[in-house]
């Protein structure tokens, strides 16, 4: 279930390397890698490198009045990512090699979300 | 010169409140304010909280082969803050009250940023 969500949040971003689903300590519950990316990013080093300062942007946003944050998105050179608070412990995130559709990836995560919480 | 490229970007990005201009240490070189924004947000409180994690953010990246970071873009409830690094020591960020102009606020930071070097 899990797994089908991520899935489809890869193939309907044009761009998308994959989808992970982690815990804010860095420990990641599931991945899916689009087929031609697997062994060409590494999903998890990124997604765990960012889940720490993910959630310290998280509490600087409520601590200045921006409250709760939907999402994050880091655009780099090569690579962009996408992640976006489930809950107080879980995130779920997308890495783009293609930042041109970063929207459609943000709004897949958004309408994902509701579903992804209630199967974990 | 500085002052005409920010009030340029906050009048030209619909919801934005304001934008700033900072150094990674969190000193602001200057910012513009929206008319009705002014007493309403705290823009540089905001610019200064994120512009450490921006940095961390930077460093992460490159680690990470996502490559030099173009811009950050934190979506909260209430408030969000887009980013664009200048150099390694500035960047410029807008702040927005209303997420709906988000892409067109990173568009405009985008085209200022060669105006804005220049004139640091």
Do not use: W
């Not at 969500?5 to 899916?32: C, R, S, W, Y």
């Not at 998280?58 to 999402?71: N, Y």
Request: proline share 2%; charged share 25%; hydrophobic share 50%.
């Amino acid at each position: 279930m899990l797994g089908d969500q991520l899935k489809k949040i890869v193939e309907n971003t044009p761009g998308a390397a994959g989808a992970i689903l982690m815990g804010f300590d860095g420990i990641a519950i599931m991945q899916h890698l689009a087929d031609d990316a697997a062994g060409a990013v590494d999903l998890e080093s990124t997604a765990m490198e960012f889940s720490f300062r993910f959630m310290e942007l998280r509490r600087a946003a409520a601590a200045l009045d921006m409250g709760e944050v939907q999402d994050v998105t880091v655009r780099g050179e090569r690579q962009s990512f996408v992640c976006r608070a489930l809950s107080d412990e879980y995130f779920v995130g997308v890495l783009l090699t293609d930042p041109s559709f970063l929207g459609k990836g943000r709004f897949l995560l958004r309408t994902a979300a509701p579903e992804l919480l209630a199967d974990l």
